[in-house]
Every structure is written in C-alpha cells, then in structure tokens.
C-alpha cells in the first residue's frame, strides 16, 4: 500500500488535523493516521483563551502578543472550515477580581470588574467535538485508522509502516502525536528534539443539563459551557499516563469549583486526556531537523488556541515559504544545547 498524499500526518488531534486542513485548504492532499478513540484534544474544554492563560503563564508580555495573534487566526480558520466558535468571553469569580482585571489590563486586553467578578471579550472557545470532526470532513483530508508501527525515510519520501505491515509514503511527514512521540520509532536526532516532551494527565467532568452562559474561571479551575451541559475541570498531573477515572478527585474538583457536591457519582461523566507538555509550555512546531519532516507536538494547555496558527506555520514550511513573525516561538531546536547541529550528528553515530 502506498500514499498518494502530499503530506503524512501522525496524529489526529487539534494541531495535526489543522495542518492537514490548512494544507488541503492550499491544495495539498493530507492522509492523516491515528489509533482513534478519545484523545487530549477532545478531552478539553475547547477554551481560545489568550488572557486568562497568559495570566496561568506568569504575565509575559510577549506571551500575551503572542496568544493574542493566534486568537486572532480563528475567526477565518472557523468560518472556511465550518467549525462552531463562541465569542462570549469568560469571566473570573472572586475576591480578586479587580487585581486580576487590572493584570489583564496591563498586559493589552480588554477587561473590567465589578464586585467578585472579572470579565474580559478577549477569550473565546469551540466545540472540541464538533471541531475536530469538522477537521476530519475538510475535502483533501483522509483518516487511516491505525497504529504506526515504524517511520523511516525512503528515498526522497518518509515511508510509515503500520502494525499491519501496511506501508504509507510521502514526500512530508508531520509527527503529530502528543504525548505518543516516545513510542514512536523515531531517529536518534528527532528523538533528541522530541525528547523534551513530558506527559500530563488531565480530567474533566461532563455535567448534562443546564449549561453557563459563559466560562468562569477561578482559583480551583473553571466551568466552561458544552453541548448539552457544562463541562468542569481541569486537573493536571505531570508523568501520569493512565485514563482511569479518579472519581475522588474529580468531585472535589466540582466541589471546589461550584460549591456544593454532586449528587452520586452517576451525574458527572469524568473524562480523561493524556496531553504533551514542554518546559515552557509551548508546542514543538517547525522542522525536526531532516529534510520533509516535521513536528506538531505537546500544546499542554493551549492546543485549541494555538491550532490554527501551527496549521499555518506548519503549511508555510512544507510549501517552502519564509516563516512568519511568530515561528521562532515554537522553534522545536529551542531546547537543545548546541541546536540544530548537536542532533544531527547523532543520526550519524
């Protein structure tokens, strides 16, 4: 079996189906191979949240410019590829408001408080459900439902061998797995680049019936809308990879968050997620370093956010045009002492 596809993405979550989106938005054709079943990107809240994440990040301005002009990509990304977005803004419960409105403030957004409560217009968010299968559905894009076995490079292509010894070519290959890099079969100098990735468990939980009008952040974590109910959240455990629910925690979690407790456990859906993370935080987007391959990795918190912007600079690079203003962020290099160089000779030891 081989690939009449452009471009080869490992991974369906946010950032790997936006590249494959904004690639065939372009004209490329995209074959996009994953396990299936749940993974990080649908197990989130959907949150496009420049301001109160960048308050979660330390109060960078540069971080805030940086979040902000990703944000600004979604309103064009939503409207070509059909996918919800709600621009209702969030707010933020308690006796701190109006300090955490005046950060806001500080750092360009638009925000304001009034007795325990501050808002700002500048966070937004999706349907992680509905988007991701508005993803899958963009015409040029096609799903294989499999395990990837093996990527090596094969002449001028990158051949992916599956676990039923189904083999994939093209002349680009996006490694777009999350956390699942480190299973992958990788070589030694991307493994180096990737090898900064660290997993973290995370677990919301699904309440049906009456939803908020908005997202409320606060101290202990959020209460975000969903279809059909509200979604509470998140607990983030670094190095924990299992999906069992933690039932315990996560009604303290809704206890803390709405306080009072649900009652029976039958009333929350718990879900749960295993998402990358990098020591700064932001994604491994850009070259790995070989020619024709690429990465899309380990978002942590800002995956739906960041999607449409890594889609973008992702696509720039395949199409080999000059990056923009905002690539360097996301160099995957960035952590390596010695860049580029020092992995590179690894792949010829």
Not at 42 to 48: E, L, R, Y
Not at 96 to 105: E, H, K, N, S, V
Request: net charge negative.
């Amino acid at each position: 079996m081989s690939s009449s596809a452009d471009v080869i993405v490992v991974g369906a979550g946010v950032l790997g189906l936006c590249t494959a989106a904004t690639l065939a938005r372009r004209g490329l054709t995209a074959t996009v191979i994953d396990p299936g079943g749940t993974n990080a990107s649908s197990v989130a809240a959907g949150m496009i949240a420049p301001a109160f994440e960048t308050l979660a990040d330390g109060d960078d301005p540069e971080r805030a410019r940086l979040f902000l002009g990703a944000r600004e990509a979604w309103p064009d990304f939503a409207a070509r590829f059909g996918l919800p977005l709600y621009r209702e803004g969030a707010a933020w419960s308690g006796p701190d408001a109006a300090p955490i409105a005046g950060r806001l403030t500080a750092l360009g957004f638009a925000a304001d408080a009034d007795n325990d409560a501050a808002f700002t217009p500048d966070d937004w968010r999706t349907d992680p459900v509905a988007a991701l299968a508005a993803l899958r559905a963009v015409g040029g894009v096609t799903s294989v439902q499999a395990m990837v076995k093996a990527i090596a490079p094969c002449s001028q292509n990158w051949q992916v061998t599956l676990q039923d010894d189904r083999t994939l070519s093209a002349g680009h290959l996006v490694i777009a797995a999350g956390a699942g890099v480190a299973a992958l079969d990788l070589p030694p100098s991307v493994r180096a680049l990737a090898g900064v990735v660290t997993p973290i468990r995370g677990q919301i939980g699904f309440l049906a019936g009456a939803s908020n009008d908005r997202t409320v952040r606060g101290p202990h974590g959020y209460i975000a809308p969903a279809t059909g109910g509200r979604v509470i959240g998140a607990t983030m455990e670094p190095g924990r990879t299992d999906l069992d629910p933690d039932e315990e925690g996560g009604l303290a979690l809704v206890r803390a968050n709405t306080g009072s407790a649900v009652p029976g456990a039958q009333a929350v859906t718990w879900r749960v997620g295993i998402r990358g993370a990098t020591p700064d935080g932001l994604p491994l987007i850009g070259s790995a370093g070989l020619p024709g391959l690429w990465l899309a990795l380990a978002p942590r918190r800002n995956g739906w956010l960041l999607g449409p912007l890594a889609g973008a600079i992702l696509a720039d690079a395949v199409q080999g045009q000059p990056p923009g203003p905002q690539a360097a962020a996301f160099d995957p290099a960035r952590f390596l002492t010695g860049g580029r160089q020092a992995a590179s000779r690894e792949d010829s030891d």
